[in-house]
């Protein structure tokens, strides 16, 4: 997987198309991301410690990897990732449209 925890992205299909935001968690096995302030889902729970009055909590849902897009630090625009291998043998994240290293937050 090319997107990183910490990566700006841009979602690029399904009905959060258009929306921005930080990659806060990802699951490579599954292939899948969770982005700040996308797909917000319901939840209800029971009182716990934490929450004792429990109630229906709003917690952002997981999304394919493949329909973001990482957003380059330099361009702004999304772009596709490549890798680079430095002098010292160990591998970058490149943005294919200006060529710049991508570093994740």
């Known amino acids: 997987m090319r997107v990183r925890k910490g990566d700006l992205v841009l979602v690029i299909s399904c009905n959060e198309s258009g929306k921005k935001g930080k990659v806060l968690k990802v699951y490579p096995k599954t292939s899948r991301v969770i982005i700040e302030g996308v ?3 319901k939840r209800h729970s029971k009182p716990t410690q ?5 109630g229906i909590i709003e ?6 990897a493949s329909n973001v897009m990482v957003i380059c630090g330099k361009c702004d625009t999304p772009t596709r990732i ?3 291998i430095l002098e010292d043998g160990k591998k970058a994240r490149v ?4 060529g710049e290293m991508i570093l994740s937050a």
């Open 39 to 41: 797909r917000l889902i």
């Open 50 to 54: 934490k929450i004792p009055k429990g």
């Open 95 to 98: 943005c294919k449209n200006c």
């Open 59 to 64: 917690k952002e849902g997981t999304i394919q």
């Open 82 to 84: 490549g890798v680079k």
